[in-house]
């Protein structure tokens, strides 16, 4: 047996490789890419003899992304995502001083690999496919966080010179693309309560707006609202600035809606996306968004309860002595979380079962977001029985436990 820790950086990995009784055996700085892997290959080789088999190789590294994981995983070895708070707290064995090296790095990951393997996760074989839908569903998240952001700069921005153009454009929402066109053509309240009807209903044509000339005609006498004013060169100087925040935010509504569509390829191509999208409240890019987290290494989650700990919706019990407290669990994926909950809301009203479970959570005095937690819970056990068996989604046998209940509205 090999036990490698590896301290990775942007351009280079610190490496060392150890034996099963935590002997030394080699320690070298490789660089990223075909050169570092193709070394580090060659130093194994050395150290570990002819015989040596590639499950005998463990590797502990802080990362479950990028070629070069890939490239450990792809040749055999047993890879271990670290994680950096784990790793930090294994460190504190040898000192609490707090001193930090590369190198040092990389010989505490060996030691843990080699001494608390047991109590480490493998990095997931998920299939290309699943992989493919997890970087399609991070980025489309991730340009709406980022849309998001950029909105509240440009409606901070419109509150400091020019409020009524909040007012005026809030029957079409100010991330939409025609609301934010109609800004970049007029900026200003000056240039704004020079628009015209016919203007205004252009654009919205060209966006198919419903009922085109009622809605210029309000948003025409909303701009034309008296309002405090500022003085002119300041004005133009916050105009400047919204239209590039409104600019910015006219490229993140096509990026987004590029990505969408990748979104829902991707996930329709992988051949679980059926039994995601047979479970209540899951759609197209919450089924995606989960399919990504969770991946689909059939060997992942041994149990239910594993993978109701790793969604972050299971509680956790924190006893000593006399105290005796059970608490939500707070160290998650945040991108599962969020994508959980949006299922468990809407199956409240998709599911019978659902809203059963909820209002029996509730009757225990129950806050709004543990009951809701306790649906997403229970979705997860669902979902994992129906990967399990390969089976979709069965409002019957999913809530028999709970079918005495009665709904109430």
Known sequence: MLFIGDDWAEDHHDIELQDETGRKLASARLPEGVEGITKLHALIARHGGEDLEPRQVTVGIETDRGPWVQALVATGYRVYAVNPRQAARFKERYGTSGAKSDKGDAHSLADMV?????????????????????????????????????????????????????????????????????????????????????????????????????????????????????????????????????????????????????????????????????????????????????????????????????????????????THAVQARYARNNRLADALQRQAFSALNASPGARRYYEKQRARDAGYNPALRQVGNRLVGILHGCLKTHTLYDEAIAWSHHAALPVTT
Do not use: C, W
């Open 114 to 322: 080699r001494i608390d393997g047991a109590q480490l996760r493998p990095v997931a074989g998920d299939s290309d496919q699943a992989q493919a839908v997890r970087v399609v569903a991070r980025a489309h998240q991730t340009l709406i966080r980022e849309r998001t952001r950029t909105f509240q700069r440009l409606r901070n921005t419109l509150r400091e010179y020019f409020p009524g153009a909040l007012t005026a454009y809030a029957s079409l929402e100010l991330t939409s693309t025609d609301a934010l066109e109609l800004l970049v053509k007029a900026p200003t309240p000056e240039q704004a309560a020079k628009l015209t009807k016919s203007q205004i209903a252009v654009v919205l044509a060209r966006h198919r707006r419903h009922r085109r000339d009622q809605r210029a005609a309000a948003i025409q006498a909303a701009l034309r609202e008296p309002q405090l004013g500022v003085a002119t060169p300041v004005t133009a100087a916050y105009g400047a600035a919204a239209t590039a925040h409104a600019r910015l935010l006219i490229a993140l509504n096509e990026q987004i809606a590029v990505l969408e569509e990748q979104v829902s390829a991707h996930f329709h191509a992988h051949p679980d996306a059926e039994i995601y999208l047979s479970m209540p409240g899951i759609g197209e890019i919450t089924g995606a968004r989960v399919l990504a987290e969770f991946g689909d290494d059939p060997t992942r989650y041994t149990s239910a309860k594993a993978r109701k700990n790793y969604a972050g919706t299971s509680p956790i019990t924190r006893a000593s002595g006399r």
